[in-house]
Nanobody
Framework: EVQLVESGGGSVQAGGSLRLSCTAS????????MGWYRQAPGNACERISI???????YYADSVKGRFTISQDMAKNTMYLQMSSLKPEDTAVYYC????????????????WGQGTQVTVSS
């Protein structure tokens, strides 16, 4: 059974930092392209960062320079270090065994986690 479980969300003031974790099981983590997505109320799902199986990374312009994606293959865990957080970063954040751009509603399918809330206050 595929499982992805996010943790590390919470409330923080603008300018603060959070680190999200995503622990995966039920598929070959080290051969998968992985991604972080987010959805704010009233908005479509937004792909914000991906890490390919070869280690290449991608960031959306909205988070570039502030967020860092990484993974620990030994722990089947992916991370998203978020710094210089802004109120507009407030959203539910999802990890996925997916790297495709997607503008529907998160989560897309069972290769996605159920999300963790991040709230940034001004």
């Amino acid at each position: 059974e595929v499982q992805l479980v996010e943790s590390g969300g919470g409330s923080v003031q603008a300018g603060g930092s959070l680190r999200l974790s995503c622990t995966a099981s039920g598929f070959t983590f080290d051969e998968s392209n992985m991604g972080w997505y987010r959805q704010a109320p009233g908005n479509a799902c937004e792909r914000i960062s991906i890490i390919n199986s070869d280690g290449r990374t991608y960031y959306a312009d909205s988070v570039k320079g502030r967020f860092t994606i990484s993974q620990d293959m030994a722990k089947n865990t992916m991370y998203l270090q978020m710094s210089s957080l802004k109120p507009e970063d407030t959203a539910v954040y999802y990890c996925a065994a997916d790297a495709e751009e997607y503008d529907g509603n998160c989560p897309r399918n069972n290769y996605w986690g159920q999300g963790t809330q991040v709230t940034v206050s001004s």
